[in-house]
């Protein structure tokens, strides 16, 4: 009798590992931070508000996209970090555009639209680009360094910092947002 129970939880036992195997735990919220290397924002940090105009002149406020997960990051056409992480950024925008996330990049560049512009258009990029060539969005969101990307919830709070470039293409990051847009 002790025999055939030893042997019944030595089979529950193999079986819990071959379920875990198969299926593994979803990663948490910090978990994908850390594997990301995203600098978690706790306290529940009201992203800064701000007006700017995107590539055609149109005025575009960060409160506008209140219930989506933003994507902001600042960048410049002379840099070279930045436009490493770009095709990775197109692919993030193209696979979630259709869902409560949208990836808006600020440029930094002293030039303006023209250069920013022919940039984005040889590069065929689509997601969202404002233009703050004066450099006032750096100072409201305490950006030290491009490329510099900050994640916002739907509820306009910083939840995370990244500060250089990224695989913003990875399966981390996929989870990452899934997880947020689910919140």
Known sequence: MMEGKIFFYFLLVI???LVNLHFPAEAGEDDLFSKIKIIPIKGYRKAPDFSLKDLNGKKVELRQFRGKIVFLNFWATW???CKEEMPSMEVLHQQFKEKKFILI?????????KTVKAFIHKNQYTFSVLLDPDGETLDLFEVKGIPTTYLIDKKGRTV???IGPRDWSSQEVVSLINLLIEK
């Open 79 to 81: 840099c070279s970090p």
């Open 15 to 17: 079986l819990l590992l």
């Open 105 to 113: 990049t600020v440029s930094v560049d002293y030039e303006g639209q």
């Open 160 to 162: 995370g910092k990244a």
